[in-house]
């Protein structure tokens, strides 16, 4: 499985923004997918994930309530669509896919088998 993430960008506080991860080689509609992010000088985090094809999601804290992962099996594409964004959420962001993960793993990098390259968020106050 080939994953592209993009969309990033140059934004303000309070936008919204969309996140795309596009998925080849396979159909990825029974994976857990999943978004991660990496901010400037800090380790990769979970952000997101939706879990294999029943439609159950798990997010982090600090995007709850604002951010919303979702999936287009049609068009083997992964979405992070981000409300309200803040300065704080500046970071590279990753899109992932675990053919395998169980629900106690959704939020660990190591359930996830496929990595794409990672799009650039950037938030000016």
């Known amino acids: 499985v080939q994953l592209q993430a993009f969309g990033g960008g140059l934004m303000q506080a309070g936008d919204s923004l969309r996140l795309f991860c596009a998925a080849s080689g396979r159909t990825v509609s029974r994976d857990t997918m999943g978004w991660f992010r990496q901010a400037p000088g800090k380790e990769r985090n979970f952000a997101a994930a939706l879990f294999r094809s029943g439609g159950t999601t798990v997010y982090a804290d600090a995007v709850k309530g604002r951010f919303t992962i979702s999936r287009d099996n049609a068009k083997n594409t992964m979405y992070l669509q981000m409300n309200n964004l803040r300065p704080e959420d500046t970071a590279v962001y990753y899109c992932?896919?675990?053919?395998?993960?169980?629900?106690?793993?959704?939020?660990?990098?190591?359930?996830?088998?496929?990595w794409g390259q990672g799009t650039l968020v950037t938030v000016s106050s």
């Open positions: 992932a896919a675990a053919p395998s993960a169980i629900r106690s793993t959704l939020t660990s990098q190591t359930a996830y088998h496929y």
